[in-house]
């Protein structure tokens, strides 16, 4: 485990401040040291332990399995990666929905296990108290409305949030309640870009959109979609920045086909 007395560049103040002077915010998710380390270099401002880590590191079809104990394993390897960005690691999908104290208790074991800069649960006023109790405490929390993964069996899809009027008075409701609970910051996850526009206008702190338009305050996607290594999952709000399966698939049939034709290793690749 890294220090957990270390500090980085980046903290909750900066982004206040970068919300008021109008700077946008880059966001994006990892689950591994070489990852993090790597998006931490070219100058990602927040890096999200999400938990799309069930989904792209551990293959499960949803968020729910991954455990706490696997959120601050993942944690602890990231952070040795990360020098600059703040890290915040998602809590798992019955670490606080049983309510305030509990989530209390899972938090502050993420804070006490892991040198990340604060803990991301998703919802409204369901977990508002939750809110309330962990930042009292000194944790900073990151708040999450819209689509929230965890609650998928209650939606039965990941469709588009907010789009009766009355879901979109719920999710600016929610996002309000979130911000007074203590939150420094809340990801909007696929809702219209209208209803993203007016909650960034309506909130002091920073929103951070995934599928929610280009109004927010910052923008998050999952690391391996954005680098095209999750080409089965393509929701209209990723962008390919990179296409790391050819560039693998690639790299993995040359070394292939090398080892067979006995052209590696040479004799200076040897000793
Ligand atoms: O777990 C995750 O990667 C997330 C982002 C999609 C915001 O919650």
């Given at each position: 485990m890294s220090s957990p007395g270390q500090f980085r560049k980046i903290t909750t103040q900066t982004f206040m401040i970068m919300k008021q002077k109008g700077i946008k915010i880059s966001a994006l998710t990892a689950y591994d040291f070489i990852t993090a380390k790597l998006i931490d270099n070219a100058g990602v401002d927040l890096i999200l332990v999400g938990d799309s880590l069930s989904n792209v590191?551990?293959?499960?079809?949803?968020?729910?399995?991954?455990?706490m104990d696997e959120m601050i394993y993942h944690t602890n390897a990231v952070a040795k990666g990360v020098q600059r960005a703040m890290i915040i690691t998602d809590m798992p999908f019955m670490s606080y929905q049983p309510g305030a104290d509990e989530a209390f208790r899972n938090a502050g074991r993420i804070m006490k296990e892991t040198p990340s800069g604060g803990v991301k649960l998703e919802g409204g006023k369901n977990v508002a108290d939750a809110i309330f109790k962990i930042t009292s405490a000194g944790i900073p929390v990151m708040g999450h409305v819209g689509l929230?993964?965890?609650s998928i069996h209650q939606f039965g899809s990941y469709r588009e949030r907010g789009t009766t009027d009355e879901e979109a008075e719920g999710i600016l409701r929610d996002a309000k309640i979130v911000e007074e609970a203590g939150a420094f910051c809340v990801v909007l996850e696929k809702i219209p870009a209208k209803l993203a526009k007016k909650i960034s206008e309506m909130l002091k702190i920073p929103t951070i959109g995934i599928g929610a338009?280009?109004?927010?305050?910052g923008q998050i996607l999952v690391t391996p979609d954005m680098l095209g290594l999750n080409k089965e999952f393509k929701p209209r709000f990723v962008r390919y920045y990179a296409d790391l399966t050819t560039e693998i698939e690639n790299a993995v049939k040359k070394f292939t086909e090398d080892v067979k034709s006995s052209s590696f290793p040479t004799e200076q690749e040897s000793y």
């Amino acid at each position: 485990m890294s220090s957990p007395g270390q500090f980085r560049k980046i903290t909750t103040q900066t982004f206040m401040i970068m919300k008021q002077k109008g700077i946008k915010i880059s966001a994006l998710t990892a689950y591994d040291f070489i990852t993090a380390k790597l998006i931490d270099n070219a100058g990602v401002d927040l890096i999200l332990v999400g938990d799309s880590l069930s989904n792209v590191f551990q293959g499960n079809l949803t968020t729910l399995p991954v455990t706490m104990d696997e959120m601050i394993y993942h944690t602890n390897a990231v952070a040795k990666g990360v020098q600059r960005a703040m890290i915040i690691t998602d809590m798992p999908f019955m670490s606080y929905q049983p309510g305030a104290d509990e989530a209390f208790r899972n938090a502050g074991r993420i804070m006490k296990e892991t040198p990340s800069g604060g803990v991301k649960l998703e919802g409204g006023k369901n977990v508002a108290d939750a809110i309330f109790k962990i930042t009292s405490a000194g944790i900073p929390v990151m708040g999450h409305v819209g689509l929230t993964p965890q609650s998928i069996h209650q939606f039965g899809s990941y469709r588009e949030r907010g789009t009766t009027d009355e879901e979109a008075e719920g999710i600016l409701r929610d996002a309000k309640i979130v911000e007074e609970a203590g939150a420094f910051c809340v990801v909007l996850e696929k809702i219209p870009a209208k209803l993203a526009k007016k909650i960034s206008e309506m909130l002091k702190i920073p929103t951070i959109g995934i599928g929610a338009g280009m109004h927010c305050d910052g923008q998050i996607l999952v690391t391996p979609d954005m680098l095209g290594l999750n080409k089965e999952f393509k929701p209209r709000f990723v962008r390919y920045y990179a296409d790391l399966t050819t560039e693998i698939e690639n790299a993995v049939k040359k070394f292939t086909e090398d080892v067979k034709s006995s052209s590696f290793p040479t004799e200076q690749e040897s000793y």
